[in-house]
């Protein structure tokens, strides 16, 4: 079972380009989410979704898009890669929107 | 707004000593709360959740939480620390069935020989 799985795990951009982060889930969970995690601010959340077809801005939704096609996967997208978006990305998944969150090992993103 | 609110970003211990994280919420109503464990290179891996079956909770790794409404807490315990037990510690709280969840800020625990 490997629960939530991101690729890639490490990249490195330069300002303005473009890329797509993705995540897929084998647990037929409902709920999925994208966090960004920087040094002693915790995880922010980015963008959800509660379910196939559906996304929801979260608390620093800017700069970024996604979108959730398959049930099963929930993918990331940076139109313009800016500096201040080097950080460690986390996808996780639940089965529902208060309960327990399966996370992957993360993706580390760099941008020169 | 819920929030969560983790004390001390930074917790040393000896191995074999007592560990206590401190999680306070800010809510009128019981709400989930959950603790997560961050290793290194690692996502967040689930220890332990509370969902008012009982106020004190055991998790994995032999810790557990107490949930006091009185004080708004959720403090994360182990009896002994261990060398493994070296890692990032998150609190996370939802208020209800309809709310995500929220995360503190963290608190990295260091364990020493």
């Known amino acids: 079972n490997a629960g939530v799985t991101q690729t890639p795990k490490f990249r490195v951009l330069k300002t303005g380009q473009s890329m797509t982060l993705l995540c897929a889930q084998d647990?037929?969970?409902?709920?999925m989410y994208w966090y960004r995690q920087d040094p002693g601010m915790g995880l922010r959340l980015i963008h959800y979704?509660?379910?196939?077809?559906?996304?929801a801005k979260g608390e620093v939704p800017d700069g970024y898009n996604v979108s959730r096609l398959k049930k099963q996967n929930f993918l990331l997208g940076l139109e313009s890669a800016a500096p201040s978006q080097t950080s460690v990305y986390f996808c996780?998944?639940?089965?529902?929107?208060?309960?327990?969150?399966?996370f992957g090992d993360g993706t580390r993103l760099s941008i020169l | 707004a819920q929030s969560v609110t983790q004390l001390g970003s930074h917790v040393s211990v000896s191995e074999g000593a007592l560990v206590l994280l401190r999680c306070n919420y800010s809510?009128?109503?019981?709400?989930?709360l959950f603790w997560y464990v961050q290793y290194p290179n690692q996502g967040l891996q689930l220890l332990l959740k509370?969902?008012?079956?009982?106020?004190l909770v055991k998790g994995i790794n032999g810790f557990e939480a107490e949930f006091k409404k009185s004080e708004t807490s959720f403090h994360l315990t182990k009896p002994s620390a261990h060398m493994s037990d070296a890692a990032e510690y998150f609190c996370?709280?939802?208020?209800?069935?309809?709310?995500?969840?929220?995360f503190g800020t963290g608190t990295r625990l260091l364990v020493s020989p």
């Open positions: 996780a998944s639940s089965r529902l929107l208060n309960q327990p969150q399966h």
């Open positions: 647990m037929n969970h409902e709920y």
């Open positions: 979704s509660v379910g196939e077809g559906t996304t």
């Open positions: 809510s009128s109503v019981p709400p989930y």
């Open positions: 509370y969902t008012s079956a009982a106020t």
């Open positions: 996370a709280v939802s208020l209800t069935g309809f709310q995500k969840l929220v």
